[in-house]
């Protein structure tokens, strides 16, 4: 079975040390995706593509900033994409690791999570959900740009923990 995703009860986050001491979080509001279930059910593809303009972490002069070329040059790289490579899913478990694109620079990440059961709405549709999570480290995409703290330390963590709350819909 075929799957759109349904971008309005989506939502795509991140979080990130800041100072070391605290967590900023953002998210990103314009995205797609599909997916493809076998007979059984289980995931056994996905696609998702990430709108990096869309980047809202709730402050306007960090999210131009983070647009620039210091972070994600949206300008030059518009998109960020993801491509699954391999699922693996047992009850409702599942690792999705694929190939993530960002700023020209294509690397492997692993999402684990959870699916839920697919449903039918009240307007017929058949539905299903993930709940994914992931980690990666941005310098290795060319994000770089960082401040050394006085007492030690970096301005913004290297880690960026990825949230992803999904809903998709049969196409």
């Known amino acids: 079975m075929k799957w759109k995703l349904d971008t309005t009860h989506t939502q795509v986050g991140f979080s990130v040390k800041h100072m070391a001491i605290s967590t900023v979080r953002g998210r990103f509001s314009k995205f797609d995706g599909t997916g493809e279930t076998n007979d059984s059910g289980q995931l056994t593809a996905a696609t998702f593509t990430i709108d990096a303009a869309s ?22 790289n518009p998109t960020l994409t993801f491509t699954s490579t391999n699922i693996t899913q047992r009850d409702t478990e599942i690792t999705i690791t694929g190939n993530f694109t960002m700023r020209g620079v294509t690397k492997p990440v692993t999402l684990t999570g959870e699916s839920s059961a697919t449903v ?38 290297e880690d960026v923990r990825l949230s992803i709350e999904l809903e998709a819909v049969a196409a």
Not at 60 to 74: K, N, V
Not at 125 to 149: F, H, I, P
Request: charged share 25%; hydrophobic share 35%.
């Open 55 to 76: 980047i809202d972490t709730n402050q306007g002069q960090r999210d131009t900033h983070l647009r620039s070329a210091d972070f994600f040059d949206a300008e030059q």
């Open 120 to 157: 039918k709405d009240p307007w017929g549709m058949q539905r299903t959900a993930l709940t994914l999570e992931g980690k990666l480290n941005r310098k290795d995409w060319g994000l770089s740009w960082n401040q050394a703290l006085e007492l030690g330390g970096l301005m913004v963590s």
